[in-house]
């Protein structure tokens, strides 16, 4: 476990710079947890207190009950091991070959040579790099050199992996393999994870919990679920938007409203549901036990830790009454409803 206990990291360039503000975290073992944030909002200095790379100014920095803020040079060396990280711009030693650049950090260890190879070699065949033992880094892709930078980071069997943008230099694709590796990694290995990122499908897509940082501080934090679900700062949904731009669908479907056969007189609703209701049966229902005449305008489902949360744009049509009573329907339903206006004006529908 991981826990940061009022960390504060202050640097003095013409005055104090709170990087790091008074932040409390608990990170539990085997955890993919994310920290999200603008460029600047603290996250590279929050991270680097996990391994005392950056010694908090404030606080207590503590990894499995060790208080690291209280260690000798020498303890830190050790507690560091346990501790790999990796970065965005793979920090590889480009004059050695891959092999080499794995060996690295069992240059001090009890290993024989042969035991060494045969690590480094595991290692490689873990990141699917086996093949590439005699590669110099300028002649590997991007995904490639953050695969051989993980193997690295996994020679003295840590507990805990920290990536620091480590997808941000890389295109969507390979993104997407390099989070696939690292989930691999943290359920066959049972290391935890710590991501930052600025990106939210990054979040989305292998982290169990989040924190959102603004100016050194964290805003808001909790289970991917609940975050997507019910955001509580306008920057996270900003963040969620960038992510699944829902909001964005919603706005052109209504200033194009007047394209998509819908009457003054019909009802728009933004509808969100999670869990196993679906919008498939709802649509029926509404149809058959109320006689309205519903009509998908917009909608996306995504599947948040197993969870499937959908939204809808629906128009009803129909009488007041039918409309209102199928309203009150769904409002049992635990799905969550909202009436939607339609502007008169640009674009909308007389
Ligand atoms: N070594 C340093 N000396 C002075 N200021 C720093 C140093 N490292 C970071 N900062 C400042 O601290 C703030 C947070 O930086 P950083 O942790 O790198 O943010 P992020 O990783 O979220 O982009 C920024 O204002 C940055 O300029
Ligand atoms: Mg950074």
Redesign the pocket.
Known sequence: MIELQDVSVI?D?KGP?H?VDNVNLSINDGEVFGII?Y????????VRTINMLQPPTKGHVKVNQQDLTTLSVKELRQVRKKIGMIFQHFNLMNARNVFDNVAFPLKHSHLSKNEKSEKVLSLLKLVGLDDKANAYPSQLSGGQKQRVAIARALANDPNVLLCDEATSALDPKTTTSILELLKSVNQKLGITIVI?THEMTVIKEICDRVAV?ES?KVIEQGSIFNIFSEPQHALTRDFIESASPVEKGIKKVIEHAHLLNIHADDQILRVSFAGTSTGDALIATLANKFGVQPNILFGQVEILQDTPVGTLLLSLRGDREAIDAAIDYMDNQQISVQRLELSTHEGGVK
């Open positions: 640097f360039n710079i990087a944030g460029s600047g909002a603290g996250k590279s200095t929050l930052i940082m050194g």
